[in-house]
Structure formats: structure tokens, C-alpha cells
């Protein structure tokens, strides 16, 4: 019974680090396309990229875990549009070869907002 039980956990564990990874990709994906559509906002290379989108995931998971909105532009309303542009504009003060300025930012919240409709990336954990 115990060994059942420890295989349980063992692979509740891989699936919540699967996920975890799984996010962590589907949201490197979202912010190069954003990138790319967005005049003014520029990621200098993939290592770059990788970092941004663990600093975004982190600054996320941080504003839902104190505020419970989600900063994203179909989670909250005005609200998630206004934190999803300034989660992506204050991310440039924690990563190196990431800048935006604040209309791209705003630019890409929107952007932002669309393709992570699109592309699923928010499971639950």
C-alpha cells in the first residue's frame, strides 16, 4: 500500500513539474510572438527570452498570490490589461537585453492578451 502511495506522489510530481515547464514554454512563446509584432519592444537573443519569461511567470504567479487578479488582459478587465502592461514593462529592470517603452508596453499587453487566448498555456497546477 505504501509503495502505491509513494508512486502517486512520485508522479504527481512529474506532472506538476511537467506543467510547470509546459507554462513556462507556452509563455516564452506568447512573448516572442509579442515581441515580434511589437514596435519598440525588443528581446536580444533566446537566452534572453528564457529569462523574461521566467521573471513574467514569477511576477504573475506574485501579483495573483497577493492581489488574486490575474494580469492578463481577459483575466481581470482593465484591470489585467493595465498589470499585463506593467508586468512586461517593469520585467526590463530584472532582465538583461529586454526593453520596452511604456506605448509598447501597452501595445503589447493587447498582443499579449490575444495570442495567450489563443495559444493555451495557463493550466492548472
Not at 514596435?39 to 528564457?50: D, E, K, M, R, S
Not at 498582443?111 to 498555456?121: A, E, H, L, Q, R
Request: overall charge neutral; cysteine-free; glycine content about 8%.
Amino acid at each position: 500500500m505504501a509503495n502505491n502511495q509513494d508512486n502517486v506522489q512520485s508522479q504527481n510530481q512529474t506532472s506538476t513539474f511537467g506543467q510547470i515547464v509546459g507554462r513556462l514554454v507556452a509563455a516564452a512563446v506568447v512573448l516572442a510572438i509579442t515581441a515580434f509584432f511589437t514596435p519598440g519592444f525588443t528581446i536580444n537573443n533566446i537566452w534572453t527570452l528564457a529569462i523574461a519569461a521566467i521573471v513574467l511567470t514569477i511576477i504573475d504567479y506574485l501579483i495573483v498570490k497577493f492581489t488574486g487578479l490575474e494580469a492578463t488582459p481577459f483575466g481581470k478587465g482593465f484591470v489585467g490589461f493595465v498589470l499585463a502592461a506593467v508586468t512586461l514593462y517593469v520585467t526590463q529592470f530584472f532582465v538583461a537585453g529586454y526593453s520596452i517603452s511604456w506605448m509598447a508596453a501597452i501595445i503589447g499587453a493587447v498582443i499579449y492578451g490575444i495570442v495567450d487566448y489563443i495559444i493555451p498555456g495557463n493550466q492548472q497546477m
